[in-house]
């Protein structure tokens, strides 16, 4: 049987991604940094949570960010306020980063800086919840955020990314009283399509449940690196 000529252009694109991606891994792994992926459905709150984790963690990782955005460089400005370098990537109508726009932006950030030096690679990509879980960048790990505000049935709706997910935030914690969601639900939504990723309810407004997030960052990358100690 004959394949739609666009699902069979949609897995070349998909398959050429993929190549690329691995090709992005391989130089963060020779670079000895974690790259982190960071997605959810625009003002989840990945911006915000970025600002607390970057100025919280600055002494304990070298860090830097490529920020996709379609078309403002907001967020880029407000985490370079931070203190961090921070590449903007403009992806125009592209509804996500793809592994090709992460590879220009990568060899910008080695205008300003040396990769090797970094511990952490942040990539926030551009608000959607579906086209990014589809798209890998060469990340080593995707981190998901759902807010409270968003509704319970959206790990059931948009099930790929969830699925994706090494974690998901459940973000804006702190409106809960005002609000007709049970977190419990979502949660038991999220590890309904994957039973395996981490779950933490986060405010980064009031700053509940990001010792718990940090904790799982320094778990991530001690679990890397004694990776390569075997692999080398
Ligand atoms: N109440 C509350 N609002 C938040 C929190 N985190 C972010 N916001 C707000 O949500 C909106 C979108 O946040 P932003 O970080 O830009 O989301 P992004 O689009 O995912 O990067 C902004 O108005 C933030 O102030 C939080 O923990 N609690
Ligand atoms: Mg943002």
Same mark, same amino acid.
């Given at each position: 049987m004959h394949m739609p000529l666009e699902d069979s252009l949609g897995l070349n694109l998909l398959a050429a991604n993929q190549h690329r991606a691995e090709h992005n891994r391989a130089h963060f792994d020779a670079w000895d940094l974690l790259c982190l992926n960071v997605m959810s459905s625009p003002g989840a709150g990945?911006?915000?949570l970025l600002e607390r984790t970057l100025s919280q963690l @600055?002494?304990? #990782? @070298?860090m830097a960010v490529l920020e996709g955005d379609m078309t403002t460089q907001l967020d880029a400005e407000r985490l370079e306020a931070v203190g961090v370098p921070v590449v903007p990537i403009t992806t125009g109508r592209a509804c996500h980063l793809d592994a090709a726009m992460v590879s220009g932006g990568l060899? %910008? %950030?080695q205008q300003r %800086?040396?990769?090797a030096d970094l511990d952490l690679l942040? !990539?926030?990509n551009v608000g959607n919840l579906v086209c990014? @879980?589809? #798209?890998? !960048?060469?990340?080593?790990r995707k981190v998901a955020l759902l807010s409270v505000t968003e509704g319970d049935d959206k790990p059931l709706k948009y099930p790929v990314m969830f699925r994706e997910a090494d974690c998901v935030l459940i973000t804006k914690v702190d409106l809960l009283p005002y609000l007709p969601v049970d977190v419990e639900r979502i949660a038991a939504h999220i590890h309904q399509v994957n039973p395996h990723c981490s779950v933490i309810q986060v405010s980064a407004s009031r700053g509940d449940g990001l010792d718990a997030w940090h904790d799982w960052l320094r778990q991530q990358r001690t679990a890397q690196q004694s990776r390569s100690l075997v692999v080398a």
């Open positions: 990945k911006t915000s @600055a002494d304990d #990782f @070298a060899r %910008l %950030l %800086l040396d990769p942040w !990539v926030e990014p @879980a589809e #798209f890998e !960048v060469g990340e080593h």
